[in-house]
């Protein structure tokens, strides 16, 4: 059985390691195979190395920096020495927005109209609903490997199942995945008590009891940004993470610190957010909350044994949270004591809004519960252990947004981000500017002073790049890089949105089918869309329905 190292005093010693022997690391003369160590400096000096952080289904107020109670100290630290991006699109879920950004172009386009795979007839046999990145767009890894860069991945991929749809196919030197993204403490998958899915370059492993994601992913990048570190390429260390998606799951040493801090439940604890928010200048002074009515049922009406095992799901939750931004501190500290901090463009994301679902009741996790799970108090969130935390702990991570993860409410799509690179970026700023997952693409090429290759690419026709640099936005050459007559949509299994400037269309998949309908909102007054303009603003409805359906016909959607 394959066996992940979980004692930190492997990192420890590494630094150790580097620090004795960084003169010599450095100097080091790679093979005339893979360049000159004259070219190979000339180049790393000239382009950063890049990482890219994405956690997963992480809420917009999650974060210290965007006014959580959560400590995050080392996330909060890298964004205030850089530029927060405080209008930042997502899709809906984890494998559209995925697709976009190894893409640069629609999901739809991309391959990822639909998760998983084609399920209704008129999807089948569509290019845009295989439910995998497709070969119709050129991998982000694959021009940033031709152009030079070593490429990892380590974290969840999501973008394929298959070895000849992986990311070593698409352009990664090296990978150390989670397949389907939803397993964290120990070795079971998120279907039930069975071996999760792993796969360390194109080989399927297993891992043991004592592994943790947060800490393997970041272990397995630094092990691989070591290991090649001689060739002194500059490098894209893509650390995709899974926390804190569902199950909750956290090392009881984790979850301890959090005990008793959740008390006052839910509605409490939005309050607290939303008067954050405002006080750091994130939403307008005057802005109102939106109606404690959505948390139902409301903290007082539960009974205290449900209030005990309510209070115990955010304790995880922000277990996972914390030690996400733990690891990344790690991590930072690695790039540090090897020198390549000063020379890392850093960008941090959430893949979508928070998590509102309950999965863990469904029938076939269900079936498990009192057999091979373990679902009391005190044992909840260890790996034998499948709880999520519901739509009301998610309608505080989303604050001050509506809605969740998978709708096209700001609560799904608008995320939290920053970008941190000061010989570029002046520390202390934030932008407005809307940038959207989609623009990563340009940004990271036009960095590593890469090109797109147009219209062909290893002899197949490829689709060109929709999004745009933010570079003129992060750099403080421009306020906008979208001009406010451009089209932003999305759609994934009936959930709708499109956005024109501050005029933002969405429709509501969730209601009952009879009461599914479009509605009309202005961002500019009302970024928390209460206010449906749909029947007093007739013909901006129109304009907007009309927007719906070029968007649809320009990237192939099928609703």
């Known amino acids: 059985m394959f066996r ?4 930190m005093a492997l990192l420890v010693a590494l630094f150790f390691l580097v620090a004795c022997n960084q003169e010599n690391t450095v100097s080091t003369v790679p093979d005339k195979s893979e360049t000159t160590s004259a070219n190979a400096t000339s180049e790393k000096a000239e382009r950063p190395n890049i990482l890219f952080i994405l956690a997963d289904d992480l809420g917009f107020s999650d974060m210290g920096i965007y006014g959580g109670e959560i400590p995050t100290p080392n996330l909060d630290t890298l964004a205030k020495g850089g530029m927060m991006l405080t209008n930042f699109y997502s899709g809906q879920t984890c494998s559209p927005t995925r697709s976009m950004l190894m893409s640069g172009t629609d999901n739809h386009l991309a391959g990822v109209g639909v998760m998983g795979g084609p399920s209704r007839e008129d999807h089948k046999d569509k290019p845009g609903y295989v439910g995998y990145l497709n070969f119709r767009v050129v991998s982000l890894a694959d021009i940033l490997r031709d152009a030079g860069y070593n490429t990892y991945i380590t974290g ?9 749809n992986g990311p070593v196919a698409r352009g990664f030197r090296r990978a150390f995945i989670s397949l389907d993204g939803a397993a964290h403490l120990g070795k079971w998958d998120w279907r039930g008590p069975q071996p999760a899915n792993y796969r360390d370059g194109e080989t399927q492993m297993q891992v043991d009891d004592d592994f943790y994601s947060t800490r393997v992913y970041t272990e397995k990048m630094i092990e691989y940004i070591e290991n090649d570190r001689k060739e002194n390429k500059p490098f894209f260390a893509y650390l995709a993470y899974t926390a804190p998606h569902w199950p909750l799951q956290a090392p009881d040493e984790s979850i301890a610190r959090f005990k008793g801090k959740y008390d006052k439940g839910y509605q409490a604890l939005y309050e607290e957010r939303f008067n954050r928010l405002k006080k750091m200048g994130l939403i307008k002074p ?3 909350p939106i109606s404690n009515e959505r948390f139902q049922p409301a903290w007082d009406a539960l009974s205290d044994e449900e209030k005990k095992i309510e209070r115990r799901k955010m304790e995880i939750y922000a277990a996972m949270v914390s030690d996400l931004d733990t690891y990344i501190g790690r991590f930072i500290d690695y790039l540090k004591s090897i020198n390549e901090y000063d020379n890392t463009f850093i960008m941090f994301m959430s893949d979508n809004g928070a998590e509102s679902s309950r999965m863990d009741l469904a029938p076939f996790i269900a079936d498990h519960v009192g057999k091979e799970y373990d679902h009391s108090l005190e044992n909840l969130g260890r790996g034998n252990t499948y709880v999520m935390y519901g739509k009301n702990w998610a309608s505080v991570s989303a604050a001050p947004f509506f809605r969740h993860k998978a709708t096209g409410f700001e609560g799904g799509v608008h995320v939290p981000a920053f970008v941190h690179y000061p010989k570029m970026v002046k520390a202390g700023t934030s932008s407005n500017g809307m940038g959207h997952v989609m623009d990563v ?10 090109k797109h290759p147009g219209t062909s690419y290893r002899g197949q026709e490829v689709l060109p790049v929709k999004g745009k640099s933010l570079i003129p936005l992060i750099t403080g050459q421009a306020n906008e890089i979208h001009e406010k007559k451009n089209i932003h949509g999305w759609e994934l299994h009936g959930h709708r949105g ?3 400037g501050d005029w933002k269309l969405v429709w509501d998949q969730a209601l009952p089918e009879n009461e599914r309908r479009w509605s009309l909102y202005n961002l500019a007054e009302d970024p928390f869309e209460q206010n449906d303009l749909s029947k007093t603003m007739s013909e901006k409805y ?18």
């Open 4 to 7: 992940i190292p979980c004692n």
């Open 156 to 164: 969840k991929w999501h973008l394929g199942m298959d070895v000849e």
């Open 286 to 288: 005057d802005a109102k």
């Open 441 to 450: 693409y340009p940004t990271l090429l036009e960095l590593a002073k890469a």
């Open 498 to 500: 499109i956005r024109q």
């Open 542 to 559: 129109k304009e907007m329905i009309a927007n719906w359906d070029i968007y649809a016909q320009e990237n192939g959607v099928i609703y």
